[in-house]
Structures are given as C-alpha cells and as structure tokens.
C-alpha cells in the first residue's frame, strides 16, 4: 500500500467541508486507517470515530471528543515516521484538519 497516496486522499477528503463529506466515504477512509494502527490509541480512536459515524445519534460533543483525541494521537504519531519530513509534515496536516474539525463541533 502506498502511504503517501493514502495520506493524500485523507487530506482531499479532510479538506472539504467535514460535515459534507459521504457517510460511505467517510467510513471506508476510517476502516483503511483503522486497520493500519490496528493495536494502539490511534487505532482506539479510529474505531470510536467509525462508531460514532454508524451511530447518528451521537452526539457533536462526543464526535468532538473522539476528533480531538484522534488529533492529538495522530500528530504524536507524526514523530514516528523517522527522517521522512514530507510524510511527518502531511501527517501533522491530518492532524491539524482534525483538531479543526473537532472545535468546530464544540
């Protein structure tokens, strides 16, 4: 699999407008992810977000809630990528689009 393709697509998806963004699309991209930090907080997180996603009723504080913990863990994960800088700064991106998101659910 090609990480940097993967981490484009999550950043075109990211990008748009987050509330517009498919029910469909938005679970596929969270299951790809998911699986890839299967094991660790990230993973958690992932999984809590595909849930919340299936979940209509959740409410904007508690997507909220997982938005900002995803974003968190996923800039912490950024430090993870070694000498890659392009990959370490498009996951900072990720994270940040989700720190954005998060808030604006607040």
Do not use: C, Y
């Not at 890839?36 to 595909?50: A, I, K």
């Not at 919340?52 to 996923?74: C, Q, W, Y």
């Amino acid at each position: 699999m090609n990480q940097n393709i993967d981490l484009d697509t999550t950043l075109a998806t990211l990008g748009r407008d987050f509330q517009s963004i498919p029910t469909d699309e938005a679970i596929a991209l969270v299951e790809a992810w998911a699986l890839q930090f299967n094991q660790t907080s990230l993973g958690e997180d992932l999984r809590q977000l595909e849930e919340a996603i299936h979940n209509d009723g959740k409410t904007d504080r508690a997507l909220s809630d997982i938005l900002l913990s995803l974003s968190a863990n996923t800039a912490a994960a950024s430090s993870e990528v070694g000498d890659d800088e392009v990959t370490a700064a498009k996951i900072q991106d990720i994270a940040m689009l989700l720190s954005e998101a998060g808030n604006a659910l607040k």
